[in-house]
T-cell receptor
Framework: EPEVTQTPSHQVTQMGQEVILRCVPI?????FYWYRQILGQKVEFLVS????????KSEIFDDQFSVERPDGSNFTLKIRSTKLEDSAMYFC????????????FGPGTRLLVL | SQQGEEDPQALSIQEGENATMNCSYK?????LQWYRQNSGRGLVHLIL?????REKHSGRLRVTLDTSKKSSSLLITASRAADTASYFC?????????????FGEGTQLTVNP
């Protein structure tokens, strides 16, 4: 069964460094998302992406963050100048269509900012 | 208050018993989804119920939706130790643009062998 994959599974970085989290959505899906989950907290929406542009973003998704679909398969989240509070599990998700459709999540990337 | 609040926060049962978890939400929705998360792992989609549906089944899972009360329940029948996980409801709100999911705090289910 097709699934969303994410790399790396774990990333440790120093505060102030840039990180890029990678995702390969399910191949026939058109909508892509990033969520994050700070340890012990609930999952929070960051951004949704469709047709090569951001369709919605949350208040968390500030200028520090950016997303890109550099080719036909990858979907990336870049965090510039990481902060301690960026430490979290980052989940990529994809769906075949947008509103009202099932979103399938990847296994996550655990980011630790020191 | 938060959209998608589950109760109880934690539930501990014996194998073979049924587990019921509840979710309440505040705004109108298009659909409600239930997800499962094993400790420190990814989110596994369990079931989606649309706002015009009242009940849905999938294997040992039964989900109900009451839009008048803005609540949903997830019933796991004949639970197994492998069902031990956190369970989250997530809503896809009519009042938000796009298709963001808003998650609840989750219910930690422990099934004791």
């Amino acid at each position: 069964e097709p699934e969303v994959t994410q790399t790396p599974s774990h990333q440790v970085t120093q505060m102030g460094q840039e990180v890029i989290l990678r995702c390969v959505p399910i191949s026939n899906h058109l909508y892509f998302y990033w969520y994050r989950q700070i340890l012990g907290q609930k999952v929070e929406f960051l951004v949704s992406f469709y047709n090569n542009e951001i369709s919605e973003k949350s208040e968390i998704f500030d200028d520090q963050f950016s997303v890109e679909r550099p080719d036909g398969s990858n979907f990336t989240l870049k965090i510039r100048s990481t902060k301690l509070e960026d430490s979290a599990m980052y989940f990529c998700a994809s769906s075949e269509a947008g509103l009202g459709e099932t979103q399938y999540f990847g296994p996550g990337t655990r980011l630790l900012v020191l | 208050s938060q959209q998608g609040e589950e109760d109880p926060q934690a539930l501990s049962i014996q194998e073979g018993e049924n587990a019921t978890m509840n979710c309440s939400y505040k705004t109108s929705i298009n659909n409600l989804q239930w997800y499962r998360q094993n400790s420190g792992r990814g989110l596994v989609h369990l079931i989606l119920i649309r706002s015009n549906e009242r009940e849905k089944h999938s294997g040992r899972l039964r989900v109900t939706l009451d839009t008048s009360k803005k609540s949903s329940s997830l019933l796991i029948t004949a639970s197994r130790a492998a069902d031990t996980a956190s369970y989250f409801c997530a809503t896809d709100g009519r009042e938000t643009s796009g298709s963001r999911l808003t998650f609840g705090e989750g219910t930690q289910l422990t099934v004791n062998p």
